[in-house]
C-alpha cells in the first residue's frame, strides 16, 4: 500500500483548496498513514488511498478550524467530540487548532483503541479518548463546544447535549445542510443559529454550522 510524505501530503491538501500550517504537516502525515494501515484491517472510512482520505477527510478538518476561529468561544473551551470514530474531525482538527481540552468519546472499542495508539504516536496537547457511550460521559459534565459530525441527526445531537453545555456553549455540526432558524426554535429546548458557511468537497456541497440554546 502506497504510502504518502509530506511533500504530497500538503500538496493534496492545497489541491483541496485548504490551506495547511506547515509544522502541522509531520502530525497530519503520521494520522494519514497510519488511518491508511488501520483501514486495511478494520474499515475505519470509506477512502481507500491516502490522496482521498487527505483530500476529502482531512481537508474538511482543517476548514473546521478555520470556521471555529471566528465563533464566540471560551478562551479554554472543554470540547466534546461524540462517536469519534476513526478521529475524524478531532485528530486533525488538534493538529491546527489547539484551544482548550478535547475529549473524544467512542463507545466501540476497537475504533478507541485506534485512537488511543494514535495519541501515543502524535503529541496533541489536552486531547484524550474515552472508551464510553456519551450518556454514561456526560454525566455532571458540561461542556463549551459538542463537535458533531455523522455522529446523529442534528435533532437527537442538540435534544441528547442541550443540558450539558455552558452557557455560552455552541454545538458545530459537519453536514451537507443547514436546518432553517424556525426549525432550531421549534425544538423542545430551542436553539438559534449562531454562523454557517458553505464550500465544495468531492461529493458536492457540505456546510459547517454553530447553535445555541436560544
Not at 46 to 63: F, I, K, N, P, S
Request: glycine share 8%; hydrophobic share 45%.
Amino acid at each position: 500500500m502506497e504510502e504518502a510524505d509530506g511533500r504530497g501530503l500538503a500538496r493534496a491538501l492545497t489541491e483541496a483548496g485548504v490551506a495547511c500550517p506547515s509544522e502541522a504537516v509531520p502530525s497530519l502525515l503520521e494520522y494519514v498513514n497510519m488511518l491508511m494501515r488501520w483501514n486495511a484491517r478494520m474499515n475505519l472510512v470509506g477512502a481507500r488511498t491516502w490522496q482521498e482520505a487527505a483530500q476529502d477527510l482531512v481537508a474538511d478538518c482543517l476548514r473546521l478550524g478555520d470556521f471555529l476561529k471566528t465563533l464566540p468561544l471560551a478562551e479554554n473551551p472543554v470540547c466534546w467530540d461524540p462517536g469519534a470514530g476513526a478521529g475524524l474531525p478531532g485528530i486533525p482538527l488538534r493538529c491546527v487548532w489547539k484551544k482548550g481540552t478535547y475529549h473524544m468519546i467512542e463507545v466501540r472499542s476497537k475504533r478507541a483503541l485506534f485512537l488511543s495508539q494514535i495519541l501515543g504516536t502524535i503529541d496533541l496537547e489536552r486531547t484524550q479518548v474515552h472508551n464510553m457511550d456519551i450518556n454514561r460521559f456526560m454525566q455532571e459534565k458540561k461542556a463549551d463546544l459538542v463537535v458533531s459530525r455523522a455522529f446523529l441527526p442534528w435533532e437527537k445531537v442538540l435534544g441528547l447535549v442541550a443540558d450539558h453545555l455552558t452557557d455560552q456553549g455552541l454545538v458545530v455540526f459537519m453536514s451537507r445542510m443547514v436546518p432553517e432558524g424556525a426549525e432550531l426554535a421549534a425544538l423542545k429546548q430551542p436553539f438559534a443559529l449562531v454562523a454557517d458557511t458553505k464550500y465544495q468537497g468531492p461529493s458536492g456541497t457540505r456546510t459547517l454550522w454553530a447553535a445555541k440554546r436560544a
